[in-house]
């Protein structure tokens, strides 16, 4: 089976596993963990942020970073599409209390003048808005990169209505070895960014928040009350060092693979795959011309040996990752002549 249903399918290597088992550890609830201390050193210098703080998955790090950001009953903007929308259990409610404000950006990126438009006034009839959130790159939008500049427009708006912003970073590596500009030029124009060991990256578990000293304090304390804290768990945080070191340039492997996919999507009658928008690791592919629904064609691939995840009514989502060869995305043309004719 050639797996291209996530790039969260990945399994630790032997090198990884390895490293993993010799980490020191510590009680980590007290801060006293070396291993988990030196990945969020790491982090914050890498982001240059103050401080950074490991949690166990994606969503946490969102959610942990929008309850320190925000009020009961404040709003926050994001976009349509994002994870923090769609994919995070309705948690900002839940959890923080928060109201979502989404609007429709352009491939996943909303504009400054979008967000500008749906700042609140100050009035009691209106909720107040409490964050903006950003999402780079973006997951249902097809790995599509933020456009910097936009970014800097969003963050000056955000400073001018004295507005926290966040960036859901969970493939901001993707973003970065893509566009060959630093973690830190992206993240220096946000407040606080989560980034993911257990996508691209290959790690097991593991993501991170990181921003400022006192809203790591903040976080700390929602990341306990989360069910977050976790004791020896440097034993984790080395398989996510591991794969910063060894993992984060071989993204553009992944990225090759990606568009290699996309043409020979391309290929077959029926299926359409935005060129320009394969700017990751991420292919969508619409398939409405093929006559079938993507979870029926979704289900013939898999048959075949190709699985992947159907996006909707009509579109198919592949991730390339670690355990995919150029030879896979190769094999992959047969597979679908098998089901396509
Ligand atoms: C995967 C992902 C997350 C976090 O997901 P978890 O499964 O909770 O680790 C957050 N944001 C984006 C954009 C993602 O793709």
Known sequence: ?????SDTVTTPTQAMRE???AAEV???VFNEDPTVNQLQEMIAEMTGKERAIFVPSG?????????A??????EIICDYNSHIFNYESGSAAMLSGAQLHPILGQNGHPRAEQIAEVIRPLDDHYPQTGLICLENTHNRA????FPLAEIKKISALAEKHKLPLHLDGARLWNASVASNISIAEWTQHVDSVSLCFSKGLGAPVGSIVAGAGAFIDRVHFYRKAYGGGMRQVGILAAACIFAVENHFDRLQEDHENARLLGTILNDFKGINVIMPNVQTNIVIADVSKTGRSAVELADLLYQAGL???PFGRYKIRFVTHMLIKRDHIIQ??????????
């Open 19 to 21: 490293f993993m088992m």
């Open 332 to 341: 992959c043309k047969d597979i679908i002549k098998k089901v396509i004719v």
């Open 142 to 145: 097809g790995g599509t990169i």
């Open 1 to 5: 089976m050639i797996d291209l249903r």
């Open 26 to 28: 510590g009680d980590d």
């Open 69 to 74: 950001h925000t009020r009961p009953g404040q």
């Open 59 to 67: 969503t946490q790090g969102n959610q942990v970073a929008v309850n």
């Open 307 to 309: 699985a992947s995840i």
